[in-house]
Structures are given as C-alpha cells and as structure tokens.
C-alpha cells in the first residue's frame, strides 16, 4: 500500500500543530519550533481561511496523525456514520482502534509509523496469532503480545526498561 514517506515536519508546518509524526524528537528538535510558517515559496503569506477551509484542515491533521490515505480514511467515516451516536466521535473511537494506533498507545513503539514497521515485520501477534496487518481493529478483550523468538532483541529490552516510565491510557490494560 501506498503511504506519505516525505518530509513529516513538512506535513506538521503545514497543518500548524505539532502532529508527533516523528515520535520523541517532536519533543526536542521539531522544525515547528523554529520555522513556524507553512513549507513552500509562498509559506509567508497570510490567507484568510474559509470555513471550508478549516474543516479541510482538520481533517487532514487526522489524517496525517493516524497515518491514513485518503480512500481509507473515507471509508472509516463512512463506518462511523452508518452506526448510532455521533459520528466524528464514532470515527474517532475507530482510528484509536487500529492494531497501529493501538501498539503505540502501549508504548511498543515510538510513533506511530515505528508501530507500522513493528506489525508488517511480524513482532506482534494479537489473540495469540501472528498479524502483519496494521489497520486490523482490535475489540475489547483482545490482547496483543510480543512473539517468543523476537524477544530475545535489543529492541525488546530496551523497551521494557523504558515501558515503566510511560502512561498507558485507561482504556488500555
């Protein structure tokens, strides 16, 4: 599949918010910090931005933060609108259920292009099975774990010095 491999700062200038595409070095180096302006030539002007414009806006912030193309993303609205309650709130819970989404949360990986990499390489298994599909869902109840043959990395030991010190959300156990 197809995905956005340029410049991630680039993507958070032009949104203007900090997206935390790059994991940890968000926090330290961001070119946000410094070059505040949107990429390009004509990055220093001012344009008034319509109401359309700002809805744009935010949808590609959510795009880009779950690291999503266009044509999925429209799919999972197209889920959420079709089930009961409200459906940005129903998107939401959507995005945040993705296997991707999900491992980063956990704090296996540092972002969520590194938790990406983690599942296509076959490192985690969800209920028990081997998955390299990132946009699988994961329900309430499943568990996620680490194969028995890729523990034995680097990776893994750095990363279980490093889980203590990191907030799990609630919703995760």
Same mark, same amino acid.
């Given at each position: 599949?197809? *995905?956005?491999?340029?410049?991630?700062?680039?993507?958070?200038?032009?949104?203007?918010?900090?997206?935390?595409?790059?994991?940890?070095?968000?926090?330290?180096?961001?070119?946000?910090? *410094?070059?505040?302006?949107?990429?390009?030539?004509?990055?220093?002007?001012?344009?008034?931005?319509?109401?359309?414009?700002?809805?744009?806006?935010?949808?590609?912030?959510?795009?880009?933060?779950?690291?999503?193309?266009? *044509?999925?993303?429209?799919?999972?609205? $197209?889920?959420?609108?079709?089930?009961?309650?409200?459906?940005? $709130?129903?998107?939401?819970?959507?995005?945040?259920?993705?296997?991707?989404?999900?491992?980063?949360?956990?704090?296996?990986?540092?972002? *969520?292009?590194?938790?990406? $990499?983690?599942?296509?390489?076959?490192?985690?298994?969800?209920?028990?099975?081997?998955?390299?599909?990132?946009?699988?869902?994961?329900?309430?109840?499943?568990?996620?774990?680490?194969?028995?043959?890729?523990?034995?990395?680097?990776?893994?030991?750095?990363?279980? $010095?490093?889980?203590?010190?990191?907030?799990?959300?609630?919703?995760?156990?």
């Amino acid at each position: 599949m197809a *995905r956005y491999t340029e410049a991630a700062c680039r993507v958070c200038r032009r949104s203007g918010d900090k997206l935390f595409l790059k994991g940890a070095k968000c926090y330290t180096k961001c070119t946000l910090d *410094r070059r505040s302006r949107p990429p390009g030539q004509h990055g220093q002007r001012r344009a008034r931005v319509s109401d359309r414009g700002l809805q744009l806006r935010e949808k590609q912030k959510a795009r880009h933060t779950y690291g999503l193309l266009e *044509r999925q993303f429209r799919r999972f609205f $197209e889920e959420a609108a079709r089930q009961q309650g409200i459906t940005g $709130e129903n998107l939401q819970v959507l995005l945040e259920r993705r296997l991707d989404n999900v491992v980063y949360r956990l704090g296996f990986a540092d972002s *969520r292009p590194q938790a990406r $990499e983690l599942i296509q390489h076959g490192h985690l298994m969800l209920n028990g099975r081997p998955t390299n599909v990132p946009s699988a869902l994961v329900k309430e109840g499943d568990t996620i774990s680490w194969k028995e043959n890729k523990t034995k990395t680097e990776y893994y030991k750095q990363l279980v $010095e490093s889980i203590k010190a990191k907030l799990v959300p609630g919703w995760l156990s």
